[in-house]
Each structure stands twice: as C-alpha cells, then as structure tokens.
C-alpha cells in the first residue's frame, strides 16, 4: 500500500493550513482539527482498498506466437465486489519485449467484465514462462494505490517466423518464391520427370516431340516434363557462437531459422523431402521428410534450439551428417565464414562433396557494410577502415577458396538469406544437378 498524488496534495494543503496558523492568520485549533479530519479520512479510504476484493483476470493469448512478429493478446477483468474499481493493468510479459497498449488504466463496474486488446512482439524463441498480472488499485478518494498480483501462470511458444507462411500458401510455389525474392529464369516444360502429353506449341524443342502420339493424333504431339519430386534438402546450421551476434533485435540464429522455414516451405511444396542438422553448439537431428505435415515436425524439433559461444567443428558436423545421410541430397550450410575456419571448413565440404552437393551461406554483418560507408575524418577511424577492409579480404579469400573446391558460396546478410537459399535451391533443381 503506498500514498497516491491526491493524499500527497492533501498534505500539502494541511502543511500550507500549518503556514497560516504560524503567522497567526488561522487559530491552532484549525490546523489540528484540519489534520484529524485528513487523518480519519485517510484511514477509511485505506481500509475500503484494503477490504476491494482483487478482481478476477484471465489471458487470451495464441498458445505459440512467431519471434520477431507483433501479436495480438487479450485481458479479461471481473470486478468482484458492488463498487466500481478503478486501477492500472500491466501484463507480465518479460521486460524486453516492446509492448502496445498496456499499462493501461481501467473502471471496472460492479459484475461487468471489462477487456483490454494488447500488441507485443516475442523476443525470445522457446518456451517462456509468462508471470501473473499486475494490477494497481486505487482507493475511492485516490488517495491509496496498491499493487496486486493475479496468478496467471502460462507457458508461451515462440517458434520461429512461421507467419509468412500463410501468405504463401495462397500462392503456387513458383510465385511464393518470387514473393520471397528469389529470381529465377522460366523454363516451361524443361525437367526430367515426365508429366504430360500436350499439343505442340511454337517453340518447343524438337526433342520434346512424341512421333508416335503425333502419328495417331494426325498432329504434332509434344512431352511435357517436370522437375524430378522426391529429392532431398537438408539444412546444416550452425549452432556456434558465429550465430550470436545480432543486425537488429534478433541474433543471425534467429534469422537462420526463419529462413531455413521459408526454404524448408517451399521445397515442401514442390514435393521433395527436407531435413535438418544442427551442429557446434546444441545439436539436432531430423531426417527427410515429406509433405507440408513436416513444416510442424521441423517447428516442433528447433523452437527452442540456441546458438551457443562454442566454436563449431564443421569436420564433425559434415561426419555426422555423412553417417546419417546416404543418399545424395543438397546440404545447404549456414554458418558465419571465417578465415580462421578455412582448413577445417575445407575439409568437412570435402567430406560431404564425395556423395551431396554442397552450397554455403556465408552470413554478413551488416555493420560490415556500413563501416565502409562512414566518412573518415580522423586518425583512429582511418585504422578501422582500414582494419575491416583487411577483413573483408581474408573473408573473401575464404569464399574463394571454397569456390575453388565447387562449392555455391552465398555471401549475404540476414536479410537476403531467404532468397538467397531459395534460388539456389530452384537453380539446381531446374538444372537437375540433383
């Protein structure tokens, strides 16, 4: 229980009524009668809140909210006794999380619920425990507030940004990746897997052409194929400390996974099977799977997986994955490539040439970008440009290196991720590398 502003205004004005008894404009009697009348009127206003019965309270909260995507959530108020409440609701989500709409001050009416819509955005993949809520009552004067807690104890999912998701099942996998970013050139009708006959078209190849259909149909009849299904995607991320560091409020392993959803989507859609190993620091391992069930699988497998300040040892990481993984599959490596990690790193893809055809993400730091545009007006910043410029050229020289072995390198910030593994995953798809 503590003094609301209007007890402190009232005793304000008893010590300005103490003022004027001083320099002899009130009698004494005035000023004592003044502070007995105050005082009693104190105490019953702080025995009403004292006896104001905690309103009842419940959440309305999605059991599973995407990191990094601004949510909706509800709270329900009861006032439990015959006289109107008014106090001050807080939910008791963790501190970082940005949060619209709450405090938010309420007059609760005697037998009536009262709601109060809330936005935050979930910061933390996982499970996290939310706390009670927290209220704040005011006594009828206002000249009392006290701080209540309302058991609410909930355990909230955050998994990675699936959300996007939904808006790409309303369009057919070709244009959903075009929505993510990626570009790839058409090519109708061009794949390995048969799929249709279908009349001649202006431009089609003549090898396309089926003589005998032709014959029988007494016109010109040409094959149509597909891209081959049932091909195999599998995800190496990184779970090392390269994965900690952060662009905005999400670490780069947040943005992997959210990535790594988007891909996993798509090559769903298209019919091929899609795995994961996460390897350096936590480690997880879940074998292809098809059909757009595996989406939940692979929700349920990393939501609450953490980059860890280990180094990673992608040699053990490219064994484990050979060991578990027979048939050739596209492994699309996602890690921070540094120039201390060449050797090691060399050596695992090399591993991994002898059956899957490998392509790695190089993650960038957008600070890298922008510390090159900065103007240089002094001394130390002249040796800081030039400090990340010989960064910049032994990662390089890393990317090259891996180039030179055959293997895609995709040098990209967190932002172009989605992309990018999308069009390398379509690119080699189309060209049946496969």
């Not at 939310?130 to 206002?142: F, T």
């Not at 057919?172 to 075009?178: D, I, P, Y």
């Not at 280990?310 to 490596?333: F, K, W």
């Not at 010989?390 to 990662?395: E, F, G, K, M, V």
Request: proline share 5%; hydrophobic share 45%.
């Amino acid at each position: 229980m503590r003094p609301a502003p209007g007890l402190v205004v009232a005793l304000l004005a008893w010590a300005l009524v103490g003022a004027l008894v001083a320099f002899g404009v009130l009698d004494v009697h005035a000023w004592v009668g003044t502070g007995v009348l105050l005082g009693a009127v104190a105490v019953v206003d702080w025995l009403w809140l004292l006896r104001t019965p905690t309103p009842r309270a419940r959440r309305d909260l999605p059991h599973v909210v995407p990191v990094g995507v601004e949510t909706e959530g509800w709270l329900h108020l009861h006032a439990e006794g015959r006289t109107r409440v008014r106090l001050e609701a807080h939910e008791g989500l963790p501190g970082d999380w940005p949060l619209r709409g709450l405090p938010r001050t309420l007059h609760l009416s005697p037998g009536r619920e009262s709601s109060v819509a809330y936005r935050f955005t979930a910061l933390d993949r996982g499970g996290v425990d939310l706390a009670g809520l927290h209220l704040r009552l005011a006594s009828p004067l206002r000249l009392w507030r006290h701080r209540r807690a309302v058991p609410l104890a909930q355990q909230l999912r955050v998994y990675p940004n699936f959300a996007p998701l939904a808006r790409f099942a309303l369009f057919s996998a070709e244009k959903a990746s075009r929505v993510v970013g990626a570009h790839i050139a058409r090519h109708r009708g061009e794949g390995t897997e048969f799929q249709q006959l279908r009349e001649y078209r202006v431009g089609d190849p003549l090898r396309q052409i089926d003589w005998k259909a032709s014959r029988r149909a007494h016109k010109l009849i040409s094959r149509e194929y597909q891209h081959e299904k049932n091909q195999q995607v599998l995800l190496l991320l990184d779970t090392g400390r390269r994965m900690l560091a952060k662009d905005d409020a999400l670490s780069h392993f947040d943005h992997v996974l959210n990535a790594a959803l988007v891909v996993s989507y798509l090559a769903l859609r298209q019919g091929d099977a899609v795995g994961l190993l996460a390897s350096g620091g936590a480690s997880r391992w879940l074998p292809p799977k098809r059909g757009l069930g595996a989406v939940d699988t692979l929700l349920n497998t990393v939501y609450d997986l953490q980059a860890e300040p280990v180094a990673t040892d992608y040699l053990a990481a490219a064994t484990e994955l050979t060991l578990r993984q027979s048939r050739r599959s596209l492994v699309l490596l996602v890690t921070n490539v540094r120039d201390e990690d060449v050797a090691d790193l060399l050596a695992a893809v090399t591993l991994l040439q002898r059956r899957h055809l490998v392509c790695v993400a190089s993650l960038r730091e957008v600070a890298l970008d922008q510390g090159l545009e900065r103007p240089v007006q002094t001394l130390d910043q002249a040796i800081g440009i030039g400090a990340l410029a010989q960064y910049l050229d032994a990662r390089d020289a890393a990317h090259k290196a891996l180039r030179s072995r055959g293997v895609t390198v995709l040098d990209v910030t967190c932002a172009q991720l989605p992309a990018a593994l999308v069009e390398t995953y379509l690119s080699v798809k189309r060209a049946g590398r496969l």
